[in-house]
């Protein structure tokens, strides 16, 4: 079972950290940790701040990305968006243009949890067109359940891992996740009242659960394993997230993290079961495998007030 054996170190993990002793050895305390980050919901999250564009926000995604030197990251796509917006298509190819892969979100962001099989497979299925003429040879069959809704049941979460398997597929894990999405609604209502001060506050609440939300999986992935994994960080498209982002990377980069791609950090065995859809379903969280051993911890609760610039 994936929770109770041993991660060994990937020899491309333990080569980034000796490289980094290298140049760092001396100046300051070397942690080796690797992310993979990911967006969800493409073309379209949340609402828009007065004066911000979709295309707006996704070029800022786009740039912080280069900037920071962020290998080619995943965007998880749900086609309605387009439906609703025809114009917001030029996001996707905009994404694709900076080179960034593109990978199967469903069509209307549909949670297995709440609706059959049949209906999440004919959902994910009408997704595909949407992806696979932008990918042209690329690899778009990496597959992220809407809401990380695996199947509320064994039949359910069986059957959804035999469709994905069947149409080739590899799911995208989630092992780092602050809920990035929740700064994203007040922001916009903030910039709408003009509430600058508002706004300061969203941006130290958002850094300090984005660090909390790295030590608690660290310690995670320590108490599991007795080492870092490769973790997968889930983040969304959304107006506070692109203006978040070069000081979320920097936060990251001064945390002793450096950046990998999806590909590279599901190659450790922690994800085995993400690539290998044959394998059973396993916990492909770490509060799952947490849960499993029966092991608690307790994680970081940050997140804006409810009433902020209402």
């Known amino acids: 079972m994936r929770m109770l054996r041993k991660s060994p170190i990937h020899p491309r993990y333990a080569i980034s950290c000796l490289l980094a002793l290298g ?26 701040p007065p004066g911000e564009t979709r295309m707006e926000i996704a070029g800022a995604v786009v740039d912080a990305l280069r900037d920071a030197h962020v290998p080619p990251t995943y965007g998880f796509v749900n086609g309605v968006r387009i439906e609703e917006n025809p114009g917001d298509a030029e996001v996707l190819n905009l994404w694709r243009s900076a080179g960034n892969p593109l990978g199967n979100h469903t069509w209307s962001h549909m949670n297995l949890n709440d609706h059959s099989l049949e209906d999440f497979e004919a959902d994910a299925l009408r997704n595909e067109p949407v992806i696979s003429t932008r990918m042209s040879t690329g690899d778009w069959r990496w597959f992220r359940f809407p809401n990380l809704a695996e199947g509320n049941t064994p039949e359910k979460r069986n059957g959804a891992r035999s469709f994905l398997q069947k149409r080739g597929y590899k799911v995208a894990a989630v092992t780092m996740s602050f809920g990035d999405y929740l700064w994203n609604e007040p922001y916009a209502r903030c910039v709408a009242k003009k509430d600058d001060a508002s706004i300061q506050k969203l941006e130290a609440t958002y ?18 394993f007795g080492h870092d994994i490769p973790y997968v960080l889930l983040m969304h498209i959304g107006a506070f997230d692109a203006r978040m982002l070069p000081r979320l990377l920097a936060l990251y980069k001064q945390k002793g993290f450096s950046f990998v791609s999806l590909e590279s950090a599901e190659s450790d065995p922690f994800y085995a079961n993400d690539l290998d859809l044959h394998l059973p379903g396993e916990p492909d969280t770490l509060e799952g495998a947490m849960a499993a051993r029966h092991l608690s911890l307790s994680g970081p609760r940050i997140a804006p007030a409810n009433d902020v610039c209402r």
Request: with cysteine.
């Open 207 to 224: 850094l300090e659960a984005a660090a909390s939300d790295a030590d608690y999986r660290r310690q995670m992935s320590k108490t599991l």
């Open 23 to 48: 140049f760092l050895i001396g100046s300051q305390r070397v942690e080796c940790q690797q992310i993979a980050i990911t967006f969800d919901d493409l073309p379209a999250h949340s609402v828009l």
